[in-house]
């Protein structure tokens, strides 16, 4: 049986209503920073987020209200910034992607706001850093540097601020 086969029926077995129970379609489905995802609600076949990974950024996601990004971490974790130019950076020493979907980019463009598009990117001990992490690589329309803030909340993960 091919991946793709394989993927489909898994898809259609774990049931889809288990993700539709939380929202509907056509709502935001992600993470929101401080609110407790009941593990009842969560699909079975998910990677759990009771595993407990140090350092490991669980999900990226941007608040377009608060005109905000938020990582949510394992953990409090040191911190760098640069810009230059359309591009900011904060490089996140030490920390690895603790689920699969770290890689996708994020196209912002379509909330009018500065920031045009967010990637984060996995870099390792050769890289302009000089060590091993993550980069969140934020590109704006006119250039710009974001303010880092964290904290932990009510669920128990550290969430990175970075407030444009």
């Known amino acids: 049986m091919g991946k793709g086969i394989g ?27 401080g609110v407790v995802t009941p593990y009842e609600a969560l699909p079975k076949k998910r990677i759990l987020w009771k595993n407990n ?8 996601g941007y608040l377009p ?17 640069s810009a230059q130019g359309k591009k900011a950076w904060v490089f996140l020493p030490g920390i690895r992607p603790a689920r699969g979907n770290w890689w996708r ?16 990117k996995r870099v390792g001990k050769r890289s302009s850093w000089g060590r091993a992490g993550l980069v969140i690589e934020l590109t704006f329309e006119e250039g710009g540097s974001p303010s880092v803030t964290g904290q932990t909340l009510e669920d128990g993960f550290h969430y990175l601020m970075l407030t444009l």
Do not use: C
């Open 7 to 33: 993927l489909v029926l898994l898809t259609a077995a774990l049931g889809a209503s288990s993700s539709s129970a939380q929202h509907r379609e056509g709502e935001y489905g992600g993470v929101t920073p």
């Open 105 to 120: 980019r994020m196209d912002t463009s379509g909330f009018k706001k500065s920031l045009q598009e967010i990637r984060v």
């Open 53 to 60: 990974r140090k350092n490991a950024m669980y999900w990226a």
């Open 65 to 81: 209200s608060k005109d905000r990004i938020f990582l949510q971490l394992s953990s409090e974790v040191a911190h760098e910034t």
